[in-house]
Nanobody
Framework: QLQLVESGGGLVQAGGSLRLSCAAS????????MGWYRQAPGKQRESVAS??????????NYADSVKGRFAISRDTAKNAMYLQMNNLKPEDTAVYYC?????????WGQGTQVTVSS
């Protein structure tokens, strides 16, 4: 089993920045995909950004709504993942979840609230 813990959420004014972190612990085995999702009130959970976890190379993908503002990164040695969020907008307000996938399946964190005031 893999346990994921997010941190770094909070309240920020529009135009501000936050950095989310996701730390993995437990039985870690060949994590191959890491991603951030978010769910706003009354809406479905959506993918925000993802990063493949290779030994020497990786690729990233972003939702159109966050391209150019958010950046996903990983630290393989620490089994951690980050989401740098810049130029935040009120529509970015949501609970943000991290997800990691290994050969056994996918795992979710408990979520961290991000609130952007106008």
């Amino acid at each position: 089993q893999l346990q994921l813990v997010e941190s770094g959420g909070g309240l920020v004014q529009a135009g501000g920045s936050l950095r989310l972190s996701c730390a993995a612990s437990g039985s870690i085995f060949r994590i191959n995909v890491m991603g951030w999702y978010r769910q706003a009130p009354g809406k479905q959970r959506e993918s925000v950004a993802s990063i493949t976890s290779g030994y020497s190379s990786y690729s990233t993908n972003y939702a159109d709504s966050v391209k150019g503002r958010f950046a996903i990164s990983r630290d393989t040695a620490k089994n951690a993942m980050y989401l740098q969020m810049n130029n935040l907008k009120p529509e970015d307000t949501a609970v943000y979840y991290c997800r990691m996938t290994d050969a056994r399946g996918g795992y979710w964190g408990q979520g961290t609230q991000v609130t952007v005031s106008s």
